[in-house]
């Protein structure tokens, strides 16, 4: 569902049986075309989704998290502990950006969009953060994901 034909945005879904696994949950960056898709809900039904494992903290892996969260996903983000504590200061700090890129836009007025919105805000990303789970890298996943 992303990094296809780019290295942005990384999002793989896996699924076997019952269960659905979102490996990565990234932002889109760069080309403005590339951007636009971080508008776009995912092609899921996010009540399906069983988990969600993080390979590390990049904003490209992990930005979209807080509008997963948003968008109403209520299970686990498993990832290592140092994921975790990186994605403590890299998902609220990106929300306070798009905020403040927002204002900026709002009072300059040269967004074409009345008014402009952030993508999420520190708020949702710190509501994201409450599902991070961290696991050991020995730690079996699948298992407990069932």
């Known amino acids: 569902m992303g990094a296809t034909a780019t290295v ?9 049986g019952s269960t659905s696994i979102l490996i990565d949950c990234g932002l889109f960056q760069g080309l403005k075309q590339l951007r636009l898709r971080n508008w776009d809900r995912l092609p899921i039904d996010l009540s399906t989704l069983s988990a ?6 990049h904003i490209d892996h992990s930005g979209y998290l ?3 969260v948003k968008h ?3 299970g686990r983000i498993y990832c290592s502990a140092a994921t975790r504590d990186l994605c403590g200061i890299l998902l609220p700090d990106s929300g306070r950006l798009q905020e403040e890129q927002a204002e900026y836009a709002n ?5 074409k969009h009345h008014p402009a919105l952030p993508l999420y805000t520190q708020a949702d990303a710190e509501l994201a953060l409450q599902h991070l789970v961290a696991v050991e ?10």
Do not use: M, N, W
Request: hydrophobic share 40%.
């Open 52 to 57: 969600v494992v993080l390979t590390h903290a």
């Open 72 to 74: 109403g996903f209520k």
């Open 137 to 146: 890298f020995s730690q079996d996943i699948l298992s407990i994901t069932r």
């Open 8 to 16: 942005t945005g990384s999002k793989y879904l896996l699924s076997s």
């Open 66 to 68: 807080p509008l997963l």
């Open 107 to 111: 009072r300059h007025e040269f967004s």
